[in-house]
Antibody
Framework: QVQLQQSGPGLVKPSQTLSLTCAIS??????????WNWIRQSPSRGLEWLGRTYYRSKWYNDYAVSVKSRITINPDTSKNQFSLQLNSVTPEDTAVYYCARGPTPGIAAAGDFDYWGQGTLVTVSS | NFMLTQPHSVSESPGKTVTISCTRSSGSIASNYVQWYQQRPGSAPTTVIYEDNQRPSGVPDRFSGSIDSSSNSASLTISGLKTEDEADYYC????????????FGGGTKLTVL
């Protein structure tokens, strides 16, 4: 059974960096058949996909256009986890952040986000 | 990117059937698989339909999915409604013109009264 365990602070000051980690059990961050995603949810923006990392002979990252200039997602193979960093946050980045396992990306992408972390409410406030 | 538009809310009585629509703004709905997620308050979303019309194990056959190219939309149908079906439902697809980026609908609040 795959489990995703999120960790990280729930309060971040404006202009600072939001950092979250998602520890994986029951699968590998280096899996050749999965991608590891960050998704957030807020009342104003609904569910919003932020980006993913995945390994297919080498590491790839894809990021949503809305956050592309501010986001970094990194795998950590030694700890079997992946992380999210979102720079220069504003109150609009206040949301519940989820990590999730998803399918192989591409023009013929198929499948769902079948495992999710527990969610972390991150509030951006001074 | 395209958008997926869902009704904000729907309501129906127990035992009845309800259909939630998800309309794609541009490009063909049939171009990319559609998934449907159920989300109860305080919990992460869970899949009720994947790849247009497939049910994960454990999801009752009261849940079904379909796509309609004429209206460029996907639909989630729940028959024999139960009070436990009351939740938010989200559709999701992929944008193959943008390396498979993920697109979510805005969500539909289902009330079973």
């Amino acid at each position: 059974q795959v489990q995703l365990q999120q960790s990280g602070p729930g309060l971040v000051k404006p202009s600072q960096t939001l950092s979250l980690t998602c520890a994986i059990s029951g699968d590998s961050v280096s899996s050749n058949s999965a991608a590891w995603n960050w998704i957030r949810q807020s009342p104003s923006r609904g569910l919003e996909w932020l980006g993913r990392t995945y390994y297919r002979s080498k590491w790839y990252n894809d990021y949503a256009v809305s956050v592309k200039s501010r986001i970094t997602i990194n795998p950590d193979t030694s700890k079997n986890q992946f992380s999210l960093q979102l720079n220069s946050v504003t109150p609009e980045d206040t949301a519940v952040y989820y990590c999730a396992r998803g399918p192989t990306p591409g023009i013929a992408a198929a499948g769902d986000f079948d495992y999710w972390g527990q969610g972390t409410l991150v509030t951006v406030s001074s | 990117n395209f958008m997926l538009t869902q009704p904000h809310s729907v309501s129906e009585s127990p035992g009845k059937t309800v259909t939630i629509s998800c309309t794609r703004s541009s490009g063909s709905i049939a171009s990319n698989y559609v998934q449907w997620y159920q989300q109860r308050p305080g919990s992460a979303p869970t899949t009720v339909i994947y790849e247009d019309n497939q049910r994960p194990s454990g999801v009752p056959d009261r849940f079904s999915g379909s796509i309609d190219s004429s209206s460029n939309s996907a639909s989630l149908t729940i028959s024999g409604l139960k009070t436990e079906d009351e939740a938010d439902y989200y559709c999701q697809s992929y944008d193959s013109s943008n390396h498979g980026d993920v697109v979510f609908g805005g969500g539909t609040k289902l009330t079973v009264l």
